[in-house]
């Protein structure tokens, strides 16, 4: 057998008030299921990153390694005016390399029937530009509100969620094992 994916979850929003703790909470309890992956979670909330996008920031530097150990993403995003959350964007914009060549998946919500689409969108097209490959099937909760239970238990029915995020982790661990093989008989690059 070999060996786990490493995949980071990433928290994408940094606002007060966020639901993004409890997607990422719930996707963690899945990913734990599993023993076909471990997951290191980065939460922009606990990472902002300066709008300069310095390098040499010590907070950048200490999320390089973590972000270079990774060999697959699993975005949490909500959509904010229609797009990512500016943390979010600060966060890919800080790194280069440590991004190339690696299977990013989503899991969006948003207030709208739209759940976080508008948003995966745009990062589909970020990452496209690190030559990530972006998974097919997401997991959106459209009206996230609706997805909570009168106990504020999220979310509510999880039936269909659970079945998309198997789905999108079968994606993402495909193109990560993939990868990993690729780049064992010839570097990303060259």
């Known amino acids: 057998m070999t060996s786990p994916v490493q995949v980071t979850l990433i928290i994408g929003s940094a606002r007060d008030g966020r639901l993004a703790p409890d997607v990422a909470a719930w996707f963690r309890q ?10 290191d979670v980065v939460d922009v909330a606990d990472t902002l990153l300066p709008a300069d996008l310095d390098p040499n920031h010590p907070r950048t530097t200490a999320l390089r390694p973590r972000l270079t150990a990774a060999e697959a993403f699993v975005l949490v995003v909500p959509e904010y005016n229609r797009s990512v959350p500016g943390p979010l964007k600060t966060l890919i914009d800080s790194f280069q390399s440590e991004w190339q060549a690696k299977p990013v998946g989503f899991v969006s919500y948003g207030l709208s029937m739209a759940g976080g689409v508008r948003a995966v969108e745009h990062l589909r097209q970020i990452f496209a530009e690190f030559h990530c490959v972006g998974m097919k099937d997401v997991v959106t909760f459209p009206r996230i509100l609706e997805h909570y ?3 504020g238990r999220f979310p509510a029915d999880p039936e269909g969620a659970e079945a998309a995020a198997k789905l999108m982790l079968d994606q993402l661990l495909w193109w990560a094992r993939a990868l990993r093989e690729a780049k064992t008989v010839r570097p990303y690059g060259t």
């Open 149 to 151: 239970d009168t106990e």
């Open 30 to 39: 899945l990913a734990a299921r599993r023993d076909d992956l471990t997951l």
